[in-house]
T-cell receptor, first 113, second 114 residues
Framework: AQSVTQLDSHVSVSEGTPVLLRCNYSSSYSPSLFWYVQHPNKGLQLLLKYTSAATLVKGINGFEAEFKKSETSFHLTKPSAHMSDAAEYFCVVPNQAGTALIFGKGTTLSVSS | ETGVTQSPTHLIKTRGQQVTLRCSSQSGHNTVSWYQQALGQGPQFIFQYYREEENGRGNFPPRFSGLQFPNYSSELNVNALELDDSALYLC?????????????FGPGTRLTVL
């Protein structure tokens, strides 16, 4: 079965400092992986996706993630946090059939000035 | 291009009642998936509809049912509401069912069961 584990429920950073949100995955097949962001009272928006092409994936708003098969990880990073990055972030793996997205429990990112 | 829309935005029901939530898919998308997001949790997959047929179902009881219409819009129906059904219900559409394809989410319907 597929699953994702987000290692931090809450991450706090200062504006202008790097962001690291950690995700480990478990999959019996070569996975696709996604990061989605959810701002308060808004729907989920795709940040980036890995689909077995380049292992370093660049997304929107300066975010990127690196797929590391040996570590079964797909951590999300950003060099410099902005106040507008404060939101809930979800690491996601689709099931093999492509019918369902399996979400992690989420990481709340807080950004202070 | 219009994105995924959902109605209503908020809904309050009492235990035992029935509710219908609606979703309009993004133009060109033939697949709609429904998710339940309890407070402080990640979304949980309810079911998916592809070309008007149920194409997969999560671990939800039969009182959760759905429909997809010829224009690919969809409804989620929940019978015999329970307090634990209080959640944000998210609809997502996509141009197919591959695990390589992004799902596009609507803003959700907040259901409160009293």
């Amino acid at each position: 079965a597929q699953s994702v584990t987000q290692l931090d429920s809450h991450v706090s950073v200062s504006e202008g400092t790097p962001v690291l949100l950690r995700c480990n995955y478990s999959s019996s097949y070569s996975p696709s992986l996604f990061w989605y962001v959810q701002h308060p009272n808004k729907g989920l928006q795709l940040l980036l996706k890995y689909t077995s092409a380049a292992t370093l994936v660049k997304g929107i708003n300066g975010f990127e993630a690196e797929f590391k098969k040996s570590e079964t990880s797909f951590h999300l990073t950003k060099p410099s946090a902005h106040m507008s990055d404060a939101a809930e972030y979800f690491c996601v793996v689709p099931n093999q059939a492509g019918t369902a997205l399996i979400f992690g429990k989420g990481t709340t990112l807080s950004v202070s000035s | 291009e219009t994105g995924v829309t959902q109605s209503p935005t908020h809904l309050i029901k009492t235990r035992g009642q029935q509710v219908t939530l609606r979703c309009s898919s993004q133009s060109g998308h033939n697949t709609v998936s429904w998710y339940q997001q309890a407070l402080g949790q990640g979304p949980q997959f309810i079911f998916q509809y592809y070309r008007e047929e149920e194409n997969g179902r999560g671990n939800f009881p039969p009182r959760f049912s759905g429909l997809q219409f010829p224009n690919y819009s969809s409804e989620l129906n929940v019978n015999a509401l329970e307090l634990d059904d209080s959640a944000l219900y998210l609809c997502a559409s996509s141009p197919g069912t591959s695990r390589l394809i992004e799902q596009f989410f609507g803003p959700g319907t907040r259901l409160t069961v009293l």
